[in-house]
């Protein structure tokens, strides 16, 4: 992926990284004569709100409907590494992000919260698999590839809980558009 854009909000994570979401990221995009599903969802009109695609082709959808999916997502960022790339936390899903908070549970393991900088949209949490190991950055570089991505569904008496959004399970099926997990975060 070449790199990232329209970052906003950063927390700071308890191993010592930055937590930023790309949010809104859509409005760079434009050419969609005939948006796919994926592309109406997220806003992707015939031109972007800043007109990139005029002037480079990774910005038209026309001619690279790919690149749409190298945005909104997650990206942790270690600042006190020189040497250390950005990575877009891809298991914590694509939307768009006003940014991403990270809590601790009773047993160690990171519980990452987002939500979208759009009316009607979602409020997201990630548990992750493992626990937070002492070592800093280096010690947890994976622990935001492992675990498990929640929405939050709030029913009209006022509760809300957590759903699941794992492959496989309630709608989240190959027959429903879901080929895999990969598709699950991406759509």
């Not at 929640?150 to 190959?174: E, I, K, M, N, S």
């Amino acid at each position: 992926v070449l790199g990232t854009l329209n970052n906003c909000a950063s927390s700071r994570t308890p191993w010592g990284t930055y937590l930023s979401g790309e949010e809104n990221w859509s409005f760079y995009f434009g050419g969609a004569d005939t948006p796919t599903s994926d592309q109406r969802r997220w806003g992707a009109r015939k031109t972007g709100a800043y007109q990139w695609e005029k002037f480079d082709t990774r910005f038209d959808l026309s001619k690279s409907p790919n690149e749409f999916h190298r945005f909104g997502w997650v990206v942790e960022v270690d600042p006190m590494d020189p040497t250390s790339t950005p990575i877009k936390r891809t298991a914590l899903g694509r939307a768009a992000h006003e940014g991403a908070w990270v809590g601790v549970t009773k047993d160690g393991r990171a519980v990452v919260y987002s939500g979208e900088d759009a009316r009607f949209e979602y409020i997201y949490k990630f548990v992750s698999r493992d626990k937070i190991a002492p070592g800093g950055a280096r010690a947890n570089r994976e622990l935001l590839d492992h675990g498990v991505l929640y929405v939050a569904r709030f029913d009209a008496d006022g509760r809300g809980r957590w759903l699941p959004l794992v492959h496989g399970q309630g709608p989240l099926t190959a027959a429903n558009g879901f080929a895999d997990q990969g598709e699950v975060v991406i759509k």
